[in-house]
């Protein structure tokens, strides 16, 4: 660490603080597990923050409203071959797109809540307009990237390989899927109907990856724990994501038998 008497444009850890709007206590952590270290340490001990430390907390904090976790944050960022320009032309991207997911949810939401005041009547497609196949599977990378990226890359190229037509037939397929999950929620989880869906569901995953047993779990879990993935379950129905992760459960407990 360079020890040296410090210029203006450097920044405290209280000025950073106010500066970026997180908590000292925050910036001491990332500096202890080494996610952003102080570009400098001056001679009264206090950390100082330059211009390339600035970036890297704008990253860090990118990366974070896109819930990654810290320990993936800090490989992305230490790689030798990071560019920060081409990340922020990423970022944008990927940004837009969840603007363009929220927008799309905002009207579903709009419709289903006109449709249950009797204001007017809502196609089985649109009540699952916010579960479509696209966004499915952006859902199902980011799972992914949990466990190997390589899997997300070929994902994608797989889900690009598709026409048009045959995309909208893995929708339909996949909106039919939930269809049927919550006709079967009061069967139970483990019941008949349920266990069915699981394994329709499994199969529909096969159109972007083929999953384990513990990915399986995984996705289920973050259906059901994950805000954004609960969100868009529980405006079709607030039981949907609970009862899904117990039948997924169940149908992985029933493989290992």
């Known amino acids: 660490m360079i020890r040296a008497k410090i210029k203006s444009d450097v920044y405290t850890v209280k000025q950073l603080s106010d500066l970026a709007g997180v908590s000292p206590r925050t910036l001491h952590y990332y500096d202890q597990i080494g996610v952003l270290k102080p570009t400098q340490i001056g001679e009264n001990g206090y950390r100082y923050y330059g211009e390339e430390a600035?970036?890297?907390?704008?990253?860090?904090?990118?990366?974070?409203?896109?819930?990654?976790?810290?320990?993936?944050?800090?490989?992305?960022?230490?790689?030798?071959?990071?560019?920060?320009?081409?990340?922020?032309?990423?970022?944008?991207?990927?940004?837009?797109?969840?603007?363009?997911?929220?927008?799309?949810?905002?009207?579903?939401?709009?419709?289903?809540?006109?449709?249950?005041?009797?204001?007017?009547?809502?196609?089985?497609?649109?009540?699952?307009?916010?579960?479509?196949?696209?966004q499915q599977a952006e859902y199902e990378q980011e799972a992914m990237q949990r466990y190997d990226p390589a899997i997300v890359k070929a994902s994608t190229k797989k889900y690009k390989g598709y026409s048009a037509a045959e995309k909208q037939r893995i929708a339909d397929q996949g909106n039919a899927v939930y269809q049927d999950m919550l006709l079967a929620i009061p069967k139970g989880a483990a019941s008949a109907e349920a266990q069915a869906c699981v394994e329709r569901w499994r199969r529909h995953l096969e159109y972007f990856w083929t999953p384990n047993e513990e990915q399986l779990l995984g996705l289920a879990e973050l259906y059901s724990n994950d805000p954004r993935f609960k969100a868009n379950f529980d405006k079709v129905d607030p039981r949907l994501a609970e009862f899904m992760q117990a039948a997924v459960k169940v149908y992985v407990a029933n493989l290992k038998y």
């Open 54 to 134: 600035l970036l890297r907390l704008q990253q860090i904090l990118v990366y974070r409203q896109l819930d990654m976790p810290l320990e993936n944050i800090k490989t992305i960022l230490d790689h030798r071959d990071f560019d920060i320009l081409s990340t922020l032309e990423r970022h944008k991207v990927d940004l837009q797109i969840r603007i363009n997911q929220l927008e799309r949810l905002i009207l579903t939401v709009d419709l289903t809540i006109n449709h249950l005041k009797g204001k007017a009547d809502m196609s089985k497609k649109q009540l699952f307009e916010g579960l479509s196949d696209e």
